[in-house]
């Protein structure tokens, strides 16, 4: 039986900062950050969008009455997360509406959340093929004003089904993983941005992609001609790129090419949102679904994730027949062409912005977010959500 992503969605929120002029106000020359960086445009949560909101707002654009009757299963990959007890997957379960009959888990490695839960998703399907499992990864990446990382920040949110006879990817045995304890980027309890070791986490993302890609290789007697794509994590769009080039030689120059091109179609969406963390390397595949021309159904197609800390995985997925029509290019490109540009100012004053925490209430502008499902407050240590499709005289 096949089991694979049948439908993905996506969210990102409706502010962006231009990074050329961020890195004019930060005195640094646009090449890097265009180039050497490779981010256009990154992505701004206003204080009525959280990890949750995104992840449920993605959901939002996919769901049918069948999958909801169907789901059975909702797991959250975050590094955002709302609670420390709490799953924010149960908050998404009530504003999506989705029957009682579910399990809900939140799931924590760094960016690689979203790879655990789909490849549980596949354990969970296998024993019960009529489910479908939502997988979530949201996540609003900080580093801090004036870090080396601020370039690498974002926010956003990518939402897959994941069933039986998939109508985009099924994905094939055997995926290979590798796991070490090293502090290449880590978030402690007490603080709201991540702290970074920068030029290790890039030398520890190459290595790992190396390891993985070369027990896969061994396990499977696969080259890099039997793929027609890479998808790679992307915490920035020059970093997949790094990895992909130190295996290239691998292959003859058709090889290259292909790959080559496939990979800045896979970098499309990411340069104009920047880092969601989990969700940032099935943005990369869903870039590259949406924005190709040429790649048909049966074409393999491979992923790398990777989560500091560190867990590495790398497998693959063979396209099905008509995913194309699974998909929603135009509806993205009007999320993303509708979004209004911030200052850098406004986006410093955002970004300072923080929410109460010695538990006293706040309500928040939810009519300054045209997002439907929002953050409206919080009231008793309880954080307010709303879904404004379901508020009552709208
Ligand atoms: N035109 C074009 N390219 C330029 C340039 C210019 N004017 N100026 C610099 N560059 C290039 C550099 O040569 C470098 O390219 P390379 O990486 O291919 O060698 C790139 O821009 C970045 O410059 P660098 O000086 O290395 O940047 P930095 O020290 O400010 O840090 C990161 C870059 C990625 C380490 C930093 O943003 C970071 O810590 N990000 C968060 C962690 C992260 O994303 N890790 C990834 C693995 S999870």
Redesign the pocket.
Known sequence: MQIGIDKIGFYTPHLYVDMEKLALARN?????F????GQEKMAVAPVTQDAVTLAANAALEILTDEDKEKIDFVIFGTESGVDHSKAAAIYVHRLLGLKPEVRAVEVKEA?FGATAGLQMARGHIALHPESKVLVLGSDISR?GLN??????QGAGAVAMVVSAHPKILAIEEPSVYHTEDIM??WRPVYSDS?Y????F??E??ISFFQNVWKQYREKTGFTLSDFKAICF?M??T??GL?ALRTVLDETDEDGRERLLAHYETSKSYNKIVG?IYTGALYLSLLSLLEQNTNIEAGARIGLYS?G?GAVGEFFSGILQPGYRKALQPARHQQMLEARKEISVAEYEAIFTTSLPNDGSAVTLPVNEDPATVCLAGIEGHKRQYVNKNNRVGG
């Open positions: 640094e020359d646009p090449g890097k265009l180039i050497g960086i960016c580093y870090t080396s990382g601020e370039v690498t290449d980027f991540a970074v070791d920068g030029k986490s890039n520890k993302y994590h915490p920035y020059k970093m790094k880092n990777y500091s």
